[in-house]
């Protein structure tokens, strides 16, 4: 046990690599571009003041909505979807895999569930010992099952899904803006340090090499925003994505799409001033669009799965 405990600590230790190398690539931009940058080489002071004003606002914004995704804890399932003690005794002592499945049936049939595995049977985890809900997912990395599960990410060392999908959302936007302000205000100073109009200094390093690692930055940046907007307008998570979610009437890749406006509202809630800030708006769930009975009103579609 204690050596398994000791890898354990390992594992969670060196997670928090990339974050580490993250910050410090932050903390370095900051100070070159601030003091490298805006004190010692721009040499108009109304330059300088505009070019502070817009970087300060890009830079808190987006070291606020990474935070967010940082350290919001991924949300799992509520107690409704755990096993009752009966059920659990009995399930944890039959052998058969068709006599589990008819406890998990009885034990479901009272809960808001429209999916199923591949073979249609009721998605349970084992390890974590619950039903799985709607959109949930087991994450080895965090050992839990988060709900809505979109990915693990190293870079942020936590499990992006219902509870911060925003915040993963917002956190690529406004890196990316971070990025490109920086880009577009430095290139100048970039190409003068290039050609030799003005002096070397201290700050040309700086200059030079934060024009490179901004633009490198924009590139990877942009494609993964790209594809998580994309995301967004399908109401899908990358999961989903890759595989198809299998309802009871089998496989459906745009089962929980309820139109691009009402997508977006699912990641960004129906409060569009609160849109851009990294404060949680999100609804809480829906019923699969597949499953809804015909003559059902929009407001049919919305379901309050509980959650922890």
């Not at 936007?173 to 205000?185: E, G, P, V």
């Not at 100073?189 to 200059?207: C, G, M, N």
Request: hydrophobic residues 45%; aromatic residues 16%.
């Amino acid at each position: 046990m204690a050596p398994s405990h000791v890898l354990r600590c390992c594992q969670r230790g060196l997670a928090w690599i990339p974050v580490i190398f993250i910050a410090l690539v932050v903390c370095w931009s900051y100070y070159a571009y601030v003091v490298e940058l805006c004190i010692y080489t721009i040499p108009s002071t109304g330059e300088k003041i505009i070019y502070l004003v817009v970087f300060h606002l890009s830079f808190i914004m987006f070291v606020w909505s990474y935070w967010k995704t940082i350290f919001t804890r991924p949300a799992n399932p509520s107690k409704e979807f755990c096993l009752p003690k009966a059920e659990k005794e009995q399930y944890e002592k039959e052998e058969r895999p068709e006599a589990q499945q008819e406890i998990l049936k009885r034990v479901a049939s009272s809960l808001p569930l429209y999916t199923r595995t591949g073979a249609g049977a009721i998605r349970y985890c084992d390890r974590c010992q619950v039903i799985k809900p709607d959109r949930c997912h087991h994450c080895s990395a965090c050992d839990m099952c988060v709900l809505k599960m979109d990915h693990h990410c190293p870079w942020v060392n936590n499990c992006v899904g219902f509870s911060n999908y925003k915040f993963f959302i917002l956190f690529l936007a406004y890196s990316l803006i971070y990025c490109l302000f920086i880009a577009a205000t430095v290139l100048q100073y970039f190409i003068k340090f290039w050609t030799s109009d003005l002096p070397d200094s201290h700050a040309k390093f700086h200059v030079l090499f934060l024009f490179f690692v901004a633009a490198m930055f924009c590139i990877s940046i942009l494609s993964l925003f790209t594809y998580h907007l994309w995301l967004v307008g399908k109401n899908r998570s990358t999961i989903e994505a890759f595989r198809a979610p299998v309802f009871r009437n089998g496989p459906d890749k745009n089962g929980f799409s309820l139109g691009f406006t009402k997508n977006i509202a699912q990641v960004f809630g129906d409060q569009k001033k609160y849109w851009l800030l990294p404060v949680f708006t999100s609804p809480r769930s829906i019923v699969p669009r597949s499953d809804v009975p015909s003559g059902h009103t929009k407001a049919s579609l919305w379901t309050e799965i509980g959650f922890t």
